[in-house]
Structure formats: structure tokens, C-alpha cells
């Protein structure tokens, strides 16, 4: 005769009790066990970022805010709040400290390399666009910004 229940689990798991407002139990459902496992792990690894560019990232997504609130749009749906948030971000940009430290081996122009690491950016984007597997990182990258262009 075959157990009933869910399956066993891959690594051994512990039963824990949280109150929960129903209308976010609702939310989860019907897997909820799995949804809060796949968003705490989530919030575990988001912790292990790097803290500057979680607050940059939190910035942003206060500017885009702020400017739906302001507009009454999303800033990537009306042509007017997507150009008050691309203003809004090249000040946040702008005012951003530069480190005074030079502890990186490139010697590119840093304008160049900024293109450089751009347009590599946006052909893999559009490479991911076009298929539905990732894509390895180019190994030239840092040689090309190190100026060893063998």
C-alpha cells in the first residue's frame, strides 16, 4: 500500500507555525508551503547582494514611483513619465560619489569601456530574447578593458 501525502522532500525540512492574514494565506495559494519557501530564499539571497547596489536598485524603483504618482503613469507606458524618470535618473546618476580609490587593472578610456560593456550587454539581451537558454559571458571582456588586446 502507497503512503498518502506530499512527496519527501530533498533535504530534510521542519515544521514551523506563522499567523498569516488570510487574505495573503489567499494570495499563496494553493501551494503555500512552496511559496514562502521559494520567497524566503529569495530574501535570504537577496541579502547576500551587494548593499550599494541594493540601494541603488531601491532608488530607482523610488523614482519610479514617484513618478506614477506624479504622472498618473508608469514611467514605461507614457512618453512623458518615461522621460521625467530617464532625467530623474541620470541626477540620481550624477550625484552619485566617485571612489577615490584606483584598485582596477583597466586602462580603457572609462567613456569606451562603458560602451564596450554596454553593447555587450544588449547583444546578450537580445540574444536572450531570441532563444530561451543563457548565455556564457564573453572570457575577451576583461582582457579588452585591461588593454591586452592579443
Do not use: C
Request: charged share 35%.
Amino acid at each position: 500500500m502507497q503512503k498518502r501525502g506530499r512527496p519527501k522532500a530533498a533535504e530534510e525540512t521542519e515544521q514551523v507555525a506563522v499567523r498569516l492574514p488570510k487574505s495573503m494565506v489567499a494570495q499563496l495559494r494553493p501551494n503555500v508551503s512552496k511559496e514562502i519557501r521559494e520567497r524566503l530564499a529569495q530574501t535570504l539571497f537577496d541579502d547576500e547582494r551587494d548593499p550599494n547596489l541594493r540601494k541603488i536598485a531601491g532608488q530607482i524603483e523610488e523614482i519610479a514611483n514617484d513618478v506614477r504618482h506624479a504622472t498618473g503613469s508608469e514611467w514605461h507606458a507614457d512618453e512623458s513619465s518615461h522621460h521625467i524618470f530617464i532625467g530623474a535618473l541620470k541626477l540620481l546618476f550624477a550625484d552619485l560619489k566617485v571612489p577615490k580609490a584606483k584598485s582596477s587593472a583597466v586602462k580603457m578610456d572609462p567613456i569606451a569601456a562603458a560602451r564596450l560593456l554596454y553593447n555587450r550587454y544588449a547583444e546578450n539581451a537580445r540574444e536572450l530574447e531570441q532563444r530561451d537558454r543563457p548565455i556564457k559571458m564573453k572570457p575577451r571582456l576583461r582582457r579588452q578593458l585591461e588593454g591586452d588586446n592579443d
